[in-house]
Each structure stands twice: as structure tokens, then as C-alpha cells.
């Protein structure tokens, strides 16, 4: 999988770009922006993965039509970026939430419901004047959310 050239206007590199090259080879090493509380592709799950770097990793280890098992489904990232490139998936996920979060992005065909983002639920609790989501408040917002999409079981 070739990265895109780091300095397209080089000499050498115009030459090469103009023999067909799509770019070099990866590097050894991975440099990637953390999905921050105001990105566009930041959701509540407190631990989420930049989808370019899941892209990256999927890309790199599967051909189109591959199957890939994908243990922690969590914000759905890796999900919608086997979507987006021709993969096939077996996704797991314990916490109804985020499953519910995950069925609503393939619905979606990955896309994030402005309901999941993070910072509409800070521009939100600002509106109502209850101020920026702290971690026990966006533990409150999770729960909420889990009463109305899981139900226990009897076994429960």
C-alpha cells in the first residue's frame, strides 16, 4: 500500500510521480492526529481509535471482499471503513450503547448520528445551561441512552 509523497514538489519525486508512481513505501512508524472532543468524528466512547488509522491497518492487511473480525466494535470506525472499502466484517460489541451506536452507523453507511457526537452533547448541556460534559456526566448521557435501547433479559 503506497503512502501519498511527503514533498510532491521535489525533483526526484515529480519524476517518479511522473513515471506512475502512487507514492513510497510506508514508513516503519505511524503519525496520526488522536480523535479529539471537538473532531467531527468524535463520538461519547471514551476510548476511540482514528478511523484513518484503522483504514491504514485494514487497507494494508485485506483485499476487497476479505473478511475482517473486528472484537471491540466500540464507535464503529473500523465498521464503517470496511464499508467504505469493499470489506466484509463480524463485529462484536458488549455495551448496548455502543452497539446501538454501531446499527445506527451502518445504517447510515458509516456515517455518525449528530446524536452519538460528542460535541453536540457539550453544545447541548451549554444550551441548558448545566455547563461542558464532564466524565460522570457523560457516564449519566451513556446510561440514559443504554435504559431506552437495552432491555434485560429474565436471566439478567
Not at 484513518?52 to 492487511?61: D, V
Amino acid at each position: 500500500m503506497a503512502q501519498p509523497y511527503q514533498n510532491p514538489t521535489d525533483r526526484r519525486i515529480r519524476q517518479n510521480i511522473a513515471n506512475g508512481s502512487p507514492g513510497r513505501m510506508p514508513y516503519s512508524w505511524f503519525y496520526f492526529n488522536l480523535v479529539k472532543n471537538v473532531s467531527k468524528e468524535k463520538t461519547f466512547h471514551s476510548c476511540q481509535i482514528p478511523e484513518k488509522l484503522s483504514a491504514s491497518l485494514i487497507e494494508a492487511s485485506t483485499q476487497p471482499g476479505d473478511v475482517v473480525f473486528i472484537p471491540f466494535g466500540g464507535s464503529g470506525a473500523e465498521i464503517s471503513v470496511c464499508l467504505r472499502n469493499g470489506r466484509h466484517f463480524i463485529a462484536a460489541e458488549i455495551d448496548p450503547v455502543y452497539y446501538q451506536m454501531i446499527l445506527d452507523r451502518i445504517a447510515r453507511e458509516g456515517a455518525i448520528d449528530r446524536k452519538y457526537r460528542l460535541i453536540e452533547r457539550i453544545r447541548e448541556r451549554k444550551r441548558d445551561g448545566t455547563g461542558a460534559v464532564n466524565q460522570a456526566s457523560q457516564l449519566r448521557l451513556v446510561q440514559e441512552h443504554a435504559e431506552v435501547v437495552y432491555q434485560a433479559s429474565p436471566e439478567d
